[in-house]
């Protein structure tokens, strides 16, 4: 039935006085948790936000379940979100089969996919966490102001795929952070690699330095190539916005820059692309023999 608030039927006979956590207690509790993740607790947190795409939603299913709130979706997509509905009536949580344009107007977009998820937002870890359970295999990314959602999102489909630490996202204005927007592009990478929370992306950078870490900076005209050079691990790629690139403060933290290299038909890559093009390389090219 359309447009109807499904709940789970009620508990086993015996359990009628058994209610819920109340909201605050709810979140207390997950704060606590949080904590004791190692999670960041300056990240909004207590807010709801949603993911839509069916690959996006499934994610949360298979990585953060009690993440889940309520879900939305349209009548062709009840058979793929299947799974989700069962959590939604083992928990007695809200879902909703409605048509695509009351859809779109609750997600205000029409890029929805059929399915909306409504869920806590991914949590955020915290740089000294990151850094204390760091392999020294790890190739991690750090964004200085990528302000595009979808390049973004981009950029964690990408870590995923190739087998990303962490991606390091500064808390700053002119950075893009995990919108929906993001998760949807993402396809669910944002629930696989650490998003690492940091409110200074150059104290964020020495302090991945100063564990052993080596900074890398993308550079266009860099006279480096990633498919040349090995690159040393741990390593840190630090990827600038297409505007103006690295700023100059981050550059000087950099052991070392690379570029990809291209005919120079037009200015320059997108940073999303060259994300890809530079884990590729990473992930999958010559290591740097250890020094130590």
């Given at each position: ?172 204005p002119n950075q893009a952070r995990l919108s929906p927007a993001a998760m949807r592009v993402a396809e669910g990478g944002a629930e ?21 870490v080596t900074l890398v900076a993308a550079e266009a005209g860099s006279a480096t190539s990633p498919f040349a050079t090995p690159l ?61």
């Amino acid at each position: 039935m359309k447009n109807q608030d499904r709940r789970g039927p009620p508990g086993p006979p015996g359990q009628g006085n058994k209610r819920p956590l109340r909201p605050q207690d709810e979140h207390a509790r997950r704060r606590i948790e949080r904590r004791e993740r190692g999670v960041s607790q300056t990240d909004d947190r207590d807010r709801e936000t949603f993911v839509c795409g069916l690959h996006a939603a499934l994610a949360v299913l298979q990585r953060r379940p009690e993440a889940i709130r309520r879900v939305f979706h349209t009548a062709p997509r009840r058979l793929d979100v299947a799974p989700l509905l069962a959590v939604c009536v083992k928990r007695r949580l809200p879902y909703n089969e409605v048509p695509p344009d009351v859809l779109e107007t609750i997600v205000k977009t029409t890029h929805h996919g059929g399915v909306a998820v409504f869920i806590d937002p991914v949590p955020l870890v915290t740089l000294d966490a990151f850094v204390r359970t760091l392999p020294r295999s790890a190739v991690v990314l750090a964004v200085d102001g990528v302000g595009n959602p979808h390049n973004l999102g981009a950029i964690l489909r990408s870590a995923a795929w190739f087998g990303a630490a962490g991606v390091v996202l500064p808390l700053e204005p002119n950075q893009a952070r995990l919108s929906p927007a993001a998760m949807r592009v993402a396809e669910g990478g944002a629930e696989v690699v650490a998003c690492v929370g940091v409110p200074s992306l150059e104290k964020a950078l020495e302090r991945l330095a100063a564990a052993g870490v080596t900074l890398v900076a993308a550079e266009a005209g860099s006279a480096t190539s990633p498919f040349a050079t090995p690159l040393p691990r741990p390593v840190c790629i630090v990827l600038g916005n297409e505007e103006r690139g690295v700023r100059p403060p981050l550059r000087l933290l950099c052991k070392r820059t690379v570029s990809i290299p291209g005919t120079g038909a037009v200015e320059s890559l997108n940073v999303s692309v060259a994300a890809g093009i530079l884990l590729a390389a990473a992930t999958h090219g010559p290591v740097e023999p250890s020094q130590g």
